[in-house]
């Protein structure tokens, strides 16, 4: 068997049989060994030059191969990138990425291609994924968040490609717009009153909405919509009160709450919360701590037995941030957005709420970021909503500024200076008068004082020193405004 050297190969031409004679094919051949020690034969143009370029070309592409700089086949060049799409996806799965967060990358990335109108690797250029971002900012109105998030997502699937197949990254030149993003939807957060209004709407307006309208309430339906309005109000204030996000407020388990702890806490699982780590939050309300005892306690006589640790707290409906809060709102007459074009939703009325009202307490920044479970301050800071009236702090409560009073010898200096001026302005002067005039007459005004006889030399001598600093500068400044009106 013949040796095989990666990166050698050769023209030839191929003949055929016609009429018992050796006939050449138009075009010329050509053959190389690639960087794994296989043969490919390939067909080349009817010119030998330009064959003959080809398998330079090819040659140099196999030598890249070799020392990793180049794609392992051509073929996954034209491999279409909704494939390459798919595969890409399979990797994050298996990196532990969640299934809300794989659709997103699927819809977006799909928006892009079609937006691009890329359908192989060669397709994908800089000036078509920036005329893609522009379209979508002056056509659909995408905020500057939304379009960082796309470029975001599109480099990260580029880059992706260019580390599987070794290509060289087109969209490198590729950033994000910088500065801060402009906010589309600006919430507010309840206030206690708005609050309590809320709790006790989510509480009754099943009932009181049944009873409308109809006559007479079986006792197993009031029954029913009794327990569905507290389930609702628990929900409620686990997000106002505890500061869960929805999707924590749905999988909150018994055994995750540990209500006889001092203080009691909450300790969420890395599967259910947004950052995919384990937190434990402390409940610092009361009001909460009381209102989980008495749920537990009206479960325990529902079921007839203590609910197990893998038990969800709340059984809420998927369209509890939606269709339910806001005729929540509206039974409470709770306007869902106020004069200054702020908005009111479900995230508004319960993370937004918590953090404002522990911001009421004049917590400090850091930990108000701990409570929140932020990564970053500026994010708290965003869940913040302070008035006025929130930020006045009582008088009792700031320090009280007592400055020290002046050492006898500043206490002297500054009468010092005053006389000096004084005598300085009584002098009279002529054109010629000099600087030397001027001190002879500073000299005179501290005799006259007394600075000379009753100070001691140190004292005598700083005073002099100050009060020259001062007629030099009263000197040059009349000086400047002689020059000035001449």
């Known amino acids: 068997m013949a040796l095989r050297t990666p990166g050698t190969g050769a023209v030839y031409r191929r003949f055929h049989m016609k009429n018992g004679k050796r ?46 700089l180049a794609v392992p086949n051509e073929e996954d060049l034209h491999v279409p990138l909704k494939q390459h799409l798919e595969a890409f996806l399979v990797d994050k799965e298996a990196d532990g990425i969640t299934a809300t967060h794989i659709q997103l990358l699927r819809t977006r990335i799909t928006v892009m291609l079609d937006g691009t109108k890329a359908e192989v690797f060669a397709d994908l250029t800089e000036s078509s994924v920036k005329q893609f971002l522009l379209h979508g900012t002056k056509a659909k109105g995408w905020s500057k968040k939304t379009r960082n998030e796309y470029t975001a997502v599109t480099k990260q699937f580029c880059a992706w490609l260019c580390r599987r197949f070794k290509w060289t990254d087109p969209l490198q030149g590729l950033s994000r717009l910088k500065g801060q993003d402009d906010i589309r939807v600006r919430r507010f957060a309840l206030t206690e009153t708005q609050l309590g209004a809320l709790l006790n709407a989510a509480r009754e307006r099943g009932v009181q909405n049944y009873l409308a309208c109809h006559a007479t309430a079986k006792p197993a339906t009031f029954e029913r919509l009794r327990l569905q309005g507290q389930e609702r109000e628990l929900a409620y204030r686990l997000g106002s009160m505890l500061g869960l996000r929805f999707n924590e407020i749905k999988t909150l388990s018994w055994g995750c709450l540990n209500l006889d702890a001092s203080p009691p806490t909450c300790a969420l699982r890395p599967e259910n919360t947004k950052a995919r780590r384990q937190d434990l939050v402390p409940i610092v309300f009361d009001e909460l701590v009381q209102a989980l005892r008495q749920w537990k306690a009206l479960c325990t006589k529902q079921l007839g037995r203590a609910p197990s640790d893998a038990e969800r707290v709340v059984h809420v409906p998927r369209h509890l941030p939606g269709d339910q809060f806001s005729k929540d709102c509206v039974y409470a007459n709770i306007a869902r957005e106020n004069e200054r074009g702020e908005k009111l939703d479900f995230y508004a009325a319960t993370r937004h709420t918590y953090c404002t009202m522990l911001g009421r307490l004049r917590l400090s920044p850091h930990r108000l970021q701990r409570l929140m479970r932020h990564t970053d301050l500026k994010t708290t800071s965003k869940y913040l909503h302070l008035e006025l009236e929130d930020m006045v702090i009582e008088p009792g409560l700031l320090p009280t500024i007592n400055p020290q009073p002046p050492t006898p010898e500043i206490a002297n200096l500054m009468p010092t200076q005053t006389r000096v001026l004084e005598q300085v302005e009584a002098t009279p002067r002529t054109p010629d008068a000099s600087l030397k005039d001027l001190e002879q007459a500073m000299t005179e005004a501290l005799s006259g004082a007394g600075v000379q006889d009753n100070a001691t030399p140190e004292h005598a001598e700083r005073e002099l020193a100050v009060a020259l600093r001062v007629v030099e500068s009263w000197w040059r400044r009349r000086e400047s405004k002689a020059f000035t009106n001449t």
């Open 23 to 68: 006939v050449p094919y138009p075009r010329w051949s050509y053959y190389y060994i690639d960087a794994q020690g296989r043969r490919h034969d390939k067909t080349g143009y009817t010119d030998k030059a330009a064959t003959e370029e080809k398998l330079r070309e090819v040659l140099r592409r196999v030598a890249r191969q070799k020392v990793g």
